[in-house]
């Protein structure tokens, strides 16, 4: 099969051609399978061809298969609305619009901000992933590849430490620079938001310090600052609860989702406080296919299948398989290269690090290399790409996801 016609400008980090897949299990087109613990980069939560979400797009599509919303609105855009704005564990009233992808909820984020705010700087942190679009891209905390070759950048845009026991940077050195920040670079009075991952993606599965976390949203507080929570990927049960900011004891204001949202098909969204969504003009707001109705109809079945119960069930089950297995791999001295283990709940990356403490990049691509060979399919992150990031569905069967443990291990061993 001819990939010719595709750009060679995007990565392909498992060079194989995919057939169907089931669960956390997928075949490519020669039929070998594998056990998936990619999960599409976190969008099957619920696995491959969860038989409720296929269920609700064969049905929708005998129905009405798109309508653009600010035409005339349709039904399962209104419903999911309903559904998601009840979904979403804060206090205040929430409204918000769907979108795209996830870079599009950032992106409508921050119009949605200066409207509100009349301001235009942003605050980001170092090793946070928000998108490719061109405005995401100067909210990402790392220059290569994203940034290489495409020029001045919006903003004005900022970068602090991110504050994480998963990388050694603490709640005061992060504050520290926060308070170098305004007094050097920018003015307080000149920020609308700070955005941050609760748990960073990307950067390597890095979970928030809560001090910071609470400390940051004071803050903002004080200096009417807007908080934006990028849970695009730890969201939808990934951490165990429904988002991950519930463990940090704070309530942003705008939250950012997509990925899991809606079991595969691509739709994503902006919520938050009602009256930050309302600001805007009619019309300053909206898109010819955000909230599609196949897109809306897939989401309503995901929100019924990640009940309260069966996303603790399911972190808690996955949580503990992975944390067990870690912790005997390094009582047993299994690989020189095993580094710390991050992250929190089912959303966990396994470092991969030399004696003296520096990334083992070189491994990780090794070990990507034999996992797959074995039937195994991992996805990496971290600045140094060398951080394995687990992102098996939670609905994964534990025999199979003791099976992918079983490989992993024996891959680890392999390192040299």
Known sequence: MSRETIS????????????????AEVWDTTGKRYIDFVGGIGVLNLGHCHSGVVKAIQDQATKLTHYAFNAAPHAPYI????????FIPVGYAVSGMLTNSGAEAAENALKIVRGATGRTAVIAFDGAFHGRTLATLNLNGKVAPY??????????????????????VT??????????????????????????EPVQGEGGFLALDIEFAQAL????????????????????????????????????????????????????????????????????????YSGNPIACAAALATLDAMTDAHLSTWGAQQEEAIVSRYQA????????????????????????????????????????????????????????????????????EPAVLEEGLDILEACLRQLE
């Open 217 to 288: 949203r004071r803050f903002c507080n004080e200096k009417n600052i807007l908080l934006i929570a990028d849970e695009i990927q730890s969201g939808f049960g990934r951490t165990g609860q429904r988002f991950a900011f519930s463990r940090l004891g704070i309530e942003p204001d705008l939250i950012l989702l997509g990925k899991s949202i809606a079991g595969g098909v691509p739709l994503g969204a902006v919520v938050g406080r009602k009256t930050l969504l309302d600001n805007l003009p009619k019309g300053g707001l909206g898109g010819t």
């Open 171 to 196: 709640c005061a050195e992060a504050l520290k620079a926060m308070e170098r920040l305004f007094s050097v670079e920018i003015d307080v009075e000149d920020v609308a938001c700070f955005i941050i």
């Open 147 to 168: 940034k290489q070759k495409v020029g001045v950048l919006p903003g004005p845009v900022y970068h602090l430490p991110y504050p994480s026991a998963d990388n050694g």
């Open 8 to 23: 060679q400008s995007i990565s392909i980090v498992h060079p194989i051609s995919l057939s169907h897949g089931k669960n």
């Open 329 to 396: 791999w390094r009582a047993q001295g299994l690989s020189p290269f095993l580094g710390r283990l991050t992250g929190v709940g089912a959303m966990r990356g396994i470092e991969l690090a030399n004696a003296d403490g520096t990334p083992a990049s070189k491994q990780l691509t090794q070990l990507l290399s034999l996992a797959r060979e074995a039937g195994l399919l991992l996805m990496p992150s971290g600045k140094s790409r060398h951080i394995i990031r687990l992102l098996a569905p939670l609905t994964i």
């Open 79 to 86: 419903e999911l609305m309903d559904r998601l704005t009840d």
